[in-house]
């Protein structure tokens, strides 16, 4: 915690706007550093601004399975974007950084709330295009995305399509395997593609990015 206590109160005062950016959010937990039951009280706003500083600042050893499925539930409220966006930075700025939490993430592959489904695909995916080598447990997911992508719902299917593209990207004997997979499916053909961003379609995901990957070697 910081030397100064900062009240929620003034935090909804500074937050409470439609234009907040997100380095305003992240300099904010800058300052704070770690404050859990500041954090839980954030939480309880109900706002997406808040609920963003909220997982940066809460503490990472108080975090267990009862809490994170309550605020995992708690998103429901939320539009996907903003629901996505709250667990992943929840992901990559407290459950990767502990042994125990990274231990529990890896359980929640079959879990009946898709946002932890979700949530271990898209570390699954991470492990992987970090550059690591990859991981012993890819022939297991690949059998798993053959099997379930296409049942899975619409915000697990992407970050298994995710975690398929960077196989097929750093495991070439598995290569061509997820670019069936991607044929077969057709999942995000044709869809609009942002500036600068790669296509979600896994033949063209993985096109791209291996000849990224070539060109830096």
Known sequence: MSDE?????????????QNVKLGDIKKIAR????????????WASEQVPLRLLSVLILDKKQLNQ??????????QA???????????WLMANQLMKDK???????????HELPDLRRMFWYYQA??????????????????????????????????????AGWIGVHDPQFR???????????????????????????PEFISIEVEKLDKKR
Not at 31 to 42: F, K, S, T
Not at 66 to 75: F, H, N, P, R, T
Not at 100 to 109: A, G, H, P, R
Not at 176 to 190: F, N, T
């Open 66 to 75: 009862e809490l994170i499925e309550s605020m995992v539930k708690d998103l």
């Open 31 to 42: 300052e704070i550093r770690r404050d859990h039951a500041l954090a839980m009280e954030l």
């Open 100 to 110: 125990k939490l990274v231990m529990l993430l890896q359980t929640w592959e079959r």
């Open 176 to 202: 061509e395997r997820m670019i069936a997979i991607g044929e077969r499916h057709g999942l995000y053909k044709g869809y609009p593609v942002p500036r600068n961003c790669t296509p979600d379609y896994l």
């Open 5 to 17: 206590t900062v009240s929620s109160e003034e935090l909804v005062s500074r937050l409470n706007s």
């Open 126 to 163: 991470r492990l992987r295009w970090t550059g690591q080598k990859p991981p012993e447990n890819t022939p297991k997911l690949v059998d798993a995305i053959e099997d379930r992508l296409s049942d899975e719902a619409p915000e697990v299917q992407w970050a298994m399509n995710f975690a």
């Open 78 to 88: 939320h539009e996907p974007e903003d629901r996505n966006r709250i667990n992943e």
